[in-house]
């Protein structure tokens, strides 16, 4: 089994509910152990859209990572994701930030995400599971990363209480 970490965001529709059934459907395959608090963000990239509700899941799967990419990509779909523009708004959103420590650079799968580090609505919620763990390409912490960006437009939406198991690197 492989830890992974998973973004999901979304602004469309029952907001908070989009994330539930996300993470009802990702534990089929990717038995959730950490789940963050829900962040309400402004949106990144295209300005003219509602704000978004971004969280982070620690997982493990037996999933290779082309297969998880897949499960990931269908589960968009089968949730009510249609084809949009990049950076447009979406019902659901689901990016696989890490797996294990590995780094895989194929047409169509870049882990770790490449943008991750540049990004505090992702990085809130994943420092807040697994603030030690190391960034296999730069090297540092997703802690560190967290202080060399800005996090104005980053707001608590709903704290967790029901997973407080901190995932870390092993």
Known sequence: MQQIYLALGTNLGDRESNLAKAIEQLSIHCPV?????IFETEPWGYLDQGK????????????SPLSLLDFVKNLEGELGRTPNFRNGPRLIDIDIL??????????GLA???PRLHERAFVLVP???IAPTLLHPVTGF?????LKDVPE?????YKKNTGFTVQMEKK
């Open 33 to 37: 152990v950490a789940i963050s608090s």
């Open 52 to 63: 978004f509700l971004n969280m982070v899941v620690g997982c493990e799967t037996s999933l």
């Open 98 to 107: 890490f797996y294990g420590d590995q780094v895989i650079d194929e047409p």
């Open 111 to 113: 882990i770790p995400h």
């Open 126 to 128: 994943l420092a807040e």
């Open 141 to 145: 912490t997703i802690e560190k990363h």
């Open 152 to 156: 104005e437009g980053i707001m608590l």
